[in-house]
């Protein structure tokens, strides 16, 4: 990636003010980046990132609209953001795996197993019958495809992902290394002193453009299907269990929790480390704080924070409240000592 | 799987009460259910359930007794849970891999490894020294069983699971993908301005009848045994220290985390992201609510709830109490204006 | 292992009271130990640990200094621990995998990549173009080396380790299984009704003497780089988002989560399943307690507990003052009741 402060401004539709002619070979933040490097500024208004945008050794700042000019070169674009990655993209593509795409001779392949076109299939796989890999998949290294299961095109997998029997992956999907889908969901019932399995014999659906972190695990459906929808993106570390629902355009961060037969919907937001009891409902457009615990159903843009997880307002009130607590068993005694 | 519902009443040892020459393939849920499904329900006075029950398009329904008519054909049994799971159990059975038992050529075995009869051995597997696979025991692909580990018979383990040296697997347990088994405790001593390694010399033990869930880390002990007891249920991304027991028949759902050298004991329960503290006794039968914090010991037979966990009663009076704290406040208020 | 007492003693460091004939081979805790064992205490003055020292059958019990003689044979020393970690590092080593250095003839290697002195590289690896392996490093098996990353000298990384592109492990490290390093941060901006990812082209750099466990996630910078710093010890199954700064000799106990471009200083402790949110600055030789939720900038030697993290004394005194609520809302009842 070698280009000058004019290319990329024609690259990502925006206007040079200053000198266009410096070449950017990178990217990076304000204050990580040299000379050579790109860098954005998200927010005009935002006065640290305003010191910090002056204090830059970039060659080049994309910025929106209305950053008070200081001698720096600025490429002025309507979404900084977008442009970033746009320049990001070009970098990452310098740095894929540059094998050419083919099955390498050391995978195993069922012979009833569809292979699309261009696809990349890299050492250690395992591809069992009647599976289906979509045209210009990639599967790096050492992935596992169970029976009958489906990879849609311009899906991208890493190293020792597991696709058990069965799941439906969709087009352009992401998935990290070390991700699970079909796992057994949780079922088991108690009789004879034991708890004995309820086979779990529904699947997953993980629909188009969907993203999933590193070392995740969503469970296959006790019966039907487990659905992420289509857009969602989960972090790390993300549990799904049998029979969920997530999405569409659902953002899980990592280590979050969902138990069984809930129902995550469209556009939901969930901090770190969240856990959703099972059977529950949450509505469209619900955020929710990071740690926090939620049980039952959720009205649709609904904001909660804690565990048991409220509408955030009175967790924080609750929370200012039992920090005053002091004083309010002071005023219980100095009254009590009167009482006396 | 296709059968009759007759044949499938007899299977479970029903009562066909409607018309039994319908024919069953399937199974799902109420409310998902085709004609070709067979469905079922667990309790029969779920009002939710029987309206359900009325509107479902299942060829059969397994019912307890006591399930008014309705024009359904029911198959009535002692334990609903139970006659659908031996249902699943044939469709899990067709969905299994078709590769005969043996051993792919391509995995890498130790000559002093023992392979019991009927051993399925996938792709890329590595079998170190003096490993013990038991008969009929099944590595789908991708396994590593490290030196002198044994393997019960009748045992499955799914893609990329990791079993470290010296570790006991019992029979007929289920390791979901990813698992891994035997990484050292967390063990460190500060010395010289660093951690330093205390090494894990121990093992682990996990008992006959135990399932895994997919990515979840069991540690081995610094010395002596970490242990997992018969019977025991652990859900995805389960975290066991060093020198933990757990069980028997304990259920521990996703994420939970379990600190060194505590005891778990017999049929305890955990919801999904407790955490338990090193060095605690956590005694029979005791329940314990998601996301819950537990520290020390815990009396027998106890019900949790709340990080720090508390009797969830008094968990429950708590919250209840904190929600009503502005009203407590309010009243000092309205004295303190009295006051002055 | 086998060795005399007194061979232990002069091992260690340490002076023999009893006798020093015995034979020792092999280590365990106090109430386990046979007699053919060595075991340890650690802190002189724990009553129930004189206790159980009274009652062991260990052959030899290292000790501090002040222990009172009670006839067992003692192997006196100024850091038990440390002497202990001695004699379990004897037996580790026993334990290793005893194939010789060299590369398994399974593994697929880019002829581009440097492999170094005395290396071991297991079955079933991938080491993708311009990788570098340190000297006398050991891949056990199925391990993935993404293209331009490097792994230091003397360094262990167990089973189904994923290294992605153009990250830098340092020398003396432990990856456990299943670790992930470099997996994409979780980067994503909204525009046209959807999430579109940014991409992440940064790196991670994995410091000397770090030690990772099983199933943790690393994932690399947007730009720049993810840092674990030296001697830093992270457990089973934490997630460490882009940008993030860790230690040097920090402990980061299981299942903790750091989200994106926080900074933990020297010598952080955290107990499990902690969270803190992005953009933090956790000073040095903070202490935080486990399940806390640690949100913007921690002071240097703070120590911390709950969630949202505060002082831990002020913690425990609400948590006090909460349970003692029913007392102040019975008070408030009895002071209304007056009113009326």
Do not use: W
């Amino acid at each position: 990636m070698k280009m000058t402060i004019d290319q990329l401004a024609a690259l990502v539709n925006g206007r040079v003010i200053g000198n266009g002619s410096g070449v950017i070979e990178g990217a990076a933040g304000l204050a990580e980046a040299k000379g050579s490097d790109a860098s954005f500024v998200r927010d005009a208004k935002n006065a640290a990132v305003l010191k910090e945008l002056a204090a830059t050794a970039a060659g080049a700042v994309i910025v929106p609209e209305g950053v008070p000019a200081n001698g720096k070169t600025y490429i002025e674009v309507k979404s900084p953001v977008a442009a970033f990655a746009a320049l990001l993209k070009l970098i990452a593509v310098e740095k894929e795996i540059r094998r050419p795409a083919g099955v390498h001779a050391s995978t195993v392949i069922a012979p009833s197993a569809k292979i699309g076109k261009g696809v990349l299939i890299g050492p250690f796989c395992v591809i069992e019958e009647d599976a289906v890999i979509g045209d210009n998949a990639k599967l790096i290294a050492q992935v596992y495809v169970g029976p009958r299961s489906k990879i849609g095109p311009e899906t991208l997998l890493y190293p020792q992902v597991t696709l058990r029997e069965d799941v439906n992956i969709g087009a352009r999907c992401v998935l990290h290394a070390g991700v699970v889908i079909g796992g057994d969901g949780y079922g088991f019932y108690f009789a004879d002193g034991r708890h004995n399995k309820i086979p779990q014999v529904g699947t997953v659906v993980v629909e188009d453009d969907v993203e999933i972190g590193a070392g995740s695990a969503i469970d296959r459906a006790t019966t039907g299907r487990t659905v992420i929808k289509k857009g969602t993106k989960l972090d790390n570390l993300v549990h799904i269990a049998h029979n969920v629902e997530v999405g569409p355009h659902a953002l899980l961060a990592a280590q979050v929790g969902i138990a069984g037969s809930t129902k995550i919907g469209k556009g939901v937001a969930m901090g770190g480390q969240v856990g959703v009891a099972d059977h529950a409902n949450v509505g469209d457009g619900v955020q929710i704080g990071a740690q926090s615990g939620v049980k039952g159903d959720v009205e649709a843009g609904a904001v909660l924070f804690g565990s048991p997880a409220q509408p955030i307002q009175e967790t924080l009130r609750q929370i200012f409240l039992i920090r005053r607590l002091p004083e309010l068993f002071k005023f219980m005694k100095s009254l009590q000592g009167k009482k006396e």
